[in-house]
């Protein structure tokens, strides 16, 4: 198939460009490279060290024979240059994973916040309008995230996947309907994520555009089957208060004798997948799309729940950590249970890659290997919510001594 | 009140800052003059002659001695002068009128949905962004449209105002929930104003901004007690496919002996509100503000609910006109019913203005007085929601001799 990656030099984006065109499939990578420039902005880098993508991009042609194409594209503002790759590559499948993703980022400043809108908001409606106005038949599968959904609002009820039946009263008695499931946003990342649904129920309705959305839970791991068949083709590993995401950084933390970061009592609830099953999913997605004129598919891709406090303290057990409970940065629940409906994918063939001391164990050597590139500073979460919002001290200044 | 009205020079803007600065509060008109520009590229005029927006505020000055500001500023990109005119003026109400508010004109092209969705989401985002900045408490009442709840989804049940509580079922039975109301826009254009919801909801929890969100019917009427002072004061008329709103269309129609153009069975129930209770509405919005912490507050901003082909009959009997049924270039239902709750603005004050035959003939009026003006090749519907979809030729290409 041929596919387009949108976001493809990305944490995602990267292992899944490689994994489709690992199994046969056409690959272009379109990527304004925002991200690396937010390193930049950010003054952090990926805790290992990822090559150029043009490097990235020829390594992997020499180890696996297969040509991947790039295009430095950005899809807020460059939409005569999106037609003119689109009619270009035709592609059968789009996979759009070109939007900043990070929910403390988002909630920076002023101008992440108007960033994350601005860039979120028209990278996804120029692909709309391009696939309408050039009639292109792609399947367009885009990353969502289990945040669209908020966390506790369905009581004991599973979180179902993407829509739900609710009964509504009228003069008449009470009518079942089927709604989108409201939007219950955390951050102004997970907001941008909430306006995407509704661009892609209108989308799909007036113009039978054909769209999966997959509501994803927060990835961890670094590498895949692909992306550890040479160094220079890495993936990313983000680290930072605001890219890392929670089990990387405990794993990275505990690699460096770093406590783990826990935030408030440790007691949210979050759904969790590999990186291995994120690049698994992808493919799943753009081999079952949907039919024109058909709702947007949601799924949820993800494959476990768990407490932070408990990912906590099963590292700091393992690994033999501390742990700091730090002031939560964000505006949410101390605690919350969670349970998540994730029926589609394993029906679809999926077989979960869960936690496990192996794979945590893979993970903590590969931040160890690359522990030099840690810089300390840069690990509190200092992105706040509202202005005033408490936040901790460094908790280490210098790097440890090699343990 | 400091009051800032931004779009204050479009339609609605224009005369409810005429009617709030009649009214003793101090205004301040931000607009970048987007509609006057529009007007240029689709090569229309509003069917009245509105003056330069300088010499209108010159002239209102003249006519009530009341001074109202005026600043030249594009929201959507403007963000530093934006917070600039905040910090200066420190308004403690905000009437949100700044977005691209036709349906047609947002699915006439790709640059078209693409700017509807720019500018919209942008100019409410910016707008939210420094207000959380700047700290400014100023309470924000927007103009959003019947249109997000779509038509006919709530079986016989009223439209709510803004919420709805529904069952939900869990394992443990059903539990109520209230929920905004789920999102049905039937354009682009519709849709950005359930964008904006999104983002209002955001912003009211994470930051407590005091929102208050006015879901207007279909506005008819041009002049208000302060528009009809002097000439040079009038408001914007639009007879054109892409602007102007069904029935002032079949005013102006009947005014220049043009067939009534019903589009589909005209079987569309939808809901109305006079251009005379718009800027009352507003006032009062502006005065019950919501507290901080609320969710948005939604009233419904309308006052009657007509079928479309009611209304031509009674216009076409009234004014001896023709109806001519012309192809539907939007996709919607041919027929639907609604009923809508409006009981907040009722319970607030608000003496609705109703259709009857002396305010018909007052619009009649003003499109005679001005039918030299009407360019009858802009009269029929040309931008379709989906390319290919049929439209009729001119019904008339000359403009009758005098009736």
Redo the contacts between chains.
Sequence with gaps: MRVMVLGGDGFCGWPTSLYLSDRGHEVTIIDNLSRRKIDVELEVESLTPIRPVSERIGVWEEVSGHAVGFVNLDLATE?DRLVAVLEKIRPEAIVHFAEQRAAPYSMRN?HT??YT??NN??AT??LL??L??T?IDASLVHLGTMGVYGYG?????PIPEGY?????????G??E?E??H??N?GS?YH?TK??DQ??F??YAK??GLRITDLHQGIVWGTQTDQTSRDERLINRFDYDGDYGTVLNRFLMQAAIGHPLTVHGTGGQTRAFIHIRDTVRCIEIAINNPPLAGDKPRVLNQMTETHRVLDLAKMVADVMGADIAYLPNPR?EADENDLAVRNDQFLALGLKPTTLSEGLLEEGRLVAARYRDRVDPSKIVCRSV???GMETADDLVTELPAQA
């Design positions: 939409y002023t916040k108007r809108v601005d908001v028209r409606h120029n309008t391009a309408v106005a009639g609002w369905s009581g004991s009820a739900l039946t609710v009964k509504v009263p009228t003069p008449d009470e009518i309907r709604i989108l409201p939007a946003p102004v907001m909430t306006l509704l661009m129920s209108f007036n113009d505006r919510w509202r202005a």
